[in-house]
């Protein structure tokens, strides 16, 4: 790593840098700002969903303990009041997956009324799960600099060398915008136009919109294509019936009671089946109609489908705004 380069009368490296890209860094480095910086620790805590006040004595109550070994593996982070929550924090980035650890430490937490395991990954993730008494949050780097990246903490030095070094040695401004899928099965498509919901299996990290692709299968009346672009309010993996337990979720996601209640009979349609499986489900804002529908690219040629689709669409495939635009403006003067 250099520390200055010729022609500069300085280093651009910030302290945080010298610890390198990697996750075991950056989770160092966030744990160090939680444990300096209170009202960084009682935003995130909150943000998370752990109900405690912000107060002189509760902060010297808690503890920060970063690489604790436990039979179940090493954590990356944890953080404790004792008779209160015991938060353990799982860091990822770049294409690094939660796997095996989604369920390896469920056996590790305090008995203590708030329990949560938090997985901070790359993908932009609004996902929660509960497994038995543990809270399972899925959140993404981008909400964790979203949190902190504004005129709060703008005077905090510390906050802005930990933003600083995530979003340059992390390229955490990186974000899959609009998830594009096949849509056929009549429930679906009934459950998606009725009840802005778009539910499928489990699945990890968020783009920004959804749009169906009906297929010809469908028989829709704006024929085979995308006909429509939905922005993704939130996300929720669950059993369909324990969605009335989420009620304070939904609401944060929405802006309206009609919507919450849309969104409530949109999962529990699933609840006439009798499935106990655990769904992904995605709760979308009105949905924004588009004039004449996109279609995928066809042909053999080389590079069919480059930044778009074609043929089969596979799973969690997401183009970008300017892709999707491209192809708007091409409908709209071809």
């Given at each position: 790593m250099k520390i200055k380069n010729?022609?500069?009368?300085?280093?651009?490296l910030n302290t945080f840098d010298l610890l390198g890209t990697d996750e075991v860094g950056l989770s160092k480095v966030f744990a160090f700002l939680l444990g300096k910086e209170p009202a960084v620790l009682y935003k995130f805590l909150h943000y998370i969903g752990v109900k405690t006040k912000f107060t002189n004595a509760n902060y010297r109550a808690v503890t920060i303990e970063i690489e604790r070994v436990r039979n179940e593996g090493r954590?990356?982070?944890?953080?404790?009041?004792?008779?209160?929550?015991?938060?353990?924090?799982?860091?990822?980035?770049?294409?690094?997956?939660v796997q095996a650890q989604r369920f390896q430490y469920l056996q590790?937490?305090?008995?203590?009324p708030q329990k949560i395991l938090c997985f901070i990954t790359q993908e932009r993730d609004f996902n929660k799960q509960i497994a038995k008494d543990v809270q399972i949050r899925n959140i993404g780097w981008l909400d964790v600099i979203n949190l902190f990246d504004n005129k709060s903490f703008?005077?905090?030095p510390l906050v802005n060398e930990f933003l600083s070094f995530a979003i340059k040695g992390f390229k955490m401004r990186e974000q899959k915008e609009i998830l594009i899928q096949d849509l056929s099965d009549s429930l679906e498509i009934r459950r998606y136009r009725e009840f802005h919901i778009y539910r499928r299996d489990i699945t990890f990290g968020s783009p920004l919109y959804f749009s169906p692709y009906f297929t010809s299968k469908a028989k829709q009346p704006e024929d085979e294509g995308i006909s429509f672009l939905s922005k993704i309010l939130g996300i929720l993996t669950l059993t369909p019936?324990?969605?009335?337990?989420?009620?304070?979720?939904l609401h944060r996601f929405a802006s309206n009671e009609y919507l919450v209640e849309k969104w409530i009979k949109g999962v529990e349609l699933d609840l006439s089946s009798g499935s106990e499986d655990i769904f992904t489900y995605f709760f979308l804002a009105k949905h924004l109609p588009i004039p004449h529908p996109l279609k995928k690219d066809s042909g053999k040629r080389k590079?069919?489908?480059?930044?778009?689709?074609?043929?089969?669409?596979?799973?969690?495939?997401?183009?970008?705004?300017?892709?999707?635009?491209?192809?708007?403006?091409?409908?709209n003067t071809g």
């Open positions: 010729k022609g500069y009368n300085r280093s651009v954590t990356d982070i944890e953080i404790k009041q004792t008779g209160k929550f015991h938060v353990i924090i799982e860091c990822k980035v770049r294409k690094s997956k590790s937490f305090d008995k203590v703008f005077n905090r019936d324990i969605i009335r337990n989420f009620e304070d979720d590079g069919i489908g480059k930044n778009w689709i074609s043929l089969m669409i596979p799973k969690n495939r997401c183009v970008t705004f300017e892709e999707f635009t491209k192809r708007l403006l091409k409908q």
